[in-house]
């Protein structure tokens, strides 16, 4: 029998609830790391500087002695094809219904983002519309892990949002292959282009582009804390953008005594089986389901990846009533939120700083980050209170065109006039004025 580490809180009042939230989120190591921020803007460096050298260098360093020029950079067809032949019928199958999911689910949320043709009172016509990003990089997380799932979130999602043009880079294994189901995968979503190339320097090589990696326009996918930190610095040049600094994952469920234990307790140990200071925990007015669930999660059996679950961060908090679980989740914050409380629907609108609410015995964490369609790329380290996960919007920029009628700048100039005085530019009035014979 294991011993896990299971953090015990109360938070009685407002204030406790604030200093509860701040030491654990404490706890989560998400802070940028001097030593890690100055390496990663050496690599960086030597990317824009060396190209393809500096790449080649740096995957032998971290990843493959067997990367040894720029062609084995790149996957090939027919690794992409042997790749096939590896995976099984079973995983096959999965990996397509995956991507039905969140191509159905993402081709409806596109209906949001239909041409429009707004007016103004004074009759200016604005016209809006959506127009996807030319190219974008895909970053998958590899080596020791396998994660097909988020190529399908990332290329998926910007195939349904209009892109074109996807390149996905991930770190080689020792011998320099890839995953087979991460390049089954990509090759599902139409993805040709896979280069084996992680951490900083790929990130790097993606941004800025080296002369075999034509640089994107944004890059998006979860990775360590120099992946992170590596996105923080290139999107701070303003040559392209990032869709988010993701950090460890984060599970946060809510229940009361209508709850089951072993419920909570499973799915908090899914989650934490990512390991890498993953954040999960309850928050409950049940002191009996507090203590049942401590329970449980202390005494786990031999699991797999049980190195990995004790090496997460695990917390219960006990508050005194059901409208301090939502103050707790609305101040934590969590990337990913479950619901297991009595007449669930009488909380969900006040439930709105989390990456993704998931109500309900029957809706666990694994649902949503494999089948449900929606993604599993979510804002984390408390960002939810201001961000939304990875979505067709991320993909794509506004487009606004103005015009106005000889009537409706005529009525509009003394306005026009009288604003550009008020901020001292007076020939920005002057530009409106002048069409109609005045000064």
């Not at 994107?216 to 600094?245: C, F, H, M, W």
């Not at 700048?409 to 005045?438: C, D, W, Y």
């Amino acid at each position: 029998m294991v011993r896990v580490v299971v953090s015990q809180y109360i938070a009685a009042s407002l204030g406790q609830v604030d200093r509860t939230v701040s030491k654990i989120r404490g706890f989560s190591g998400q802070t940028v790391d001097t030593t890690i921020a100055l390496r990663v803007g050496e690599i960086i460096d030597q990317v824009r500087e060396s190209g393809d050298d500096a790449l080649i260098q740096l995957t032998r360093k971290f990843d493959s002695p067997k990367i040894k020029d720029s062609k084995s950079l790149k996957v090939s067809p027919s690794e992409i094809k042997h790749a096939y032949s590896k995976i099984s019928d079973e995983n096959l199958r999965a990996l397509r219904i995956e991507a039905k999911q969140i191509s159905q689910l993402a081709k409806q949320q596109m209906t949001r983002f239909r041409a429009k043709t707004l007016r103004s009172p004074l009759g200016f016509v604005v016209k809006e519309r959506y127009v996807p990003f030319n190219r974008i990089g895909g970053y998958v997380p590899g080596a020791l892990a396998s994660y097909p799932s988020t190529v399908l979130m990332i290329c998926i999602t910007a195939r349904q949002a209009g892109v074109r043009d996807i390149i996905l880079a991930t770190p080689p294994r020792k011998d320099a292959s890839i995953d087979e189901s991460v390049l089954v995968a990509a090759d599902i979503c139409g993805v040709k282009e896979i280069i084996k190339a992680g951490g900083a320097q790929a990130i790097a090589a993606l941004a800025f582009g080296t002369p075999t990696i034509r640089k994107v326009d944004l890059i998006a996918g979860p990775g360590n804390q120099y992946v992170a930190e590596a996105k923080r610095q290139v999107s701070a040049t303003r040559q392209v953008l990032i869709d988010s600094l993701a950090g460890p994952t984060e599970l946060l469920i809510i229940a009361d005594k209508s709850a089951n234990p072993v419920l909570v307790a499973e799915d908090l140990i899914s989650q934490a089986e990512h390991g890498n200071r993953t954040m999960c925990g309850l928050v409950s007015d049940s002191p009996t389901l507090v203590q049942i669930v401590a329970s449980l999660l202390r005494n786990i059996l031999d699991r797999p990846r049980l190195e990995q679950i004790l090496e997460s961060i695990l917390f219960t908090v006990l508050v005194p009533d059901r409208a301090m679980m939502i103050e707790f989740a609305q101040r934590f914050a969590s990337e990913h939120l479950e619901v297991m409380i009595e007449n669930p629907k009488g909380v969900e609108s006040g439930l709105t700083n989390s990456g993704l609410v998931l109500v309900g015995d029957f809706t666990p964490c694994s649902s949503t980050d494999y089948i449900a369609g929606t993604n599993h790329i979510l804002p984390t380290g408390g960002s939810a209170r201001l961000a939304s996960g990875l979505s067709i919007e991320n993909f794509m920029k506004r487009v606004s065109t103005v015009t106005a009628s000889k009537q409706s700048l005529q009525k509009a100039s003394k306005i026009i006039s009288t604003l550009a005085n008020m901020e001292n530019l007076p020939n920005h009035g002057r530009a409106a004025l002048v069409r109609f014979g005045k000064k």
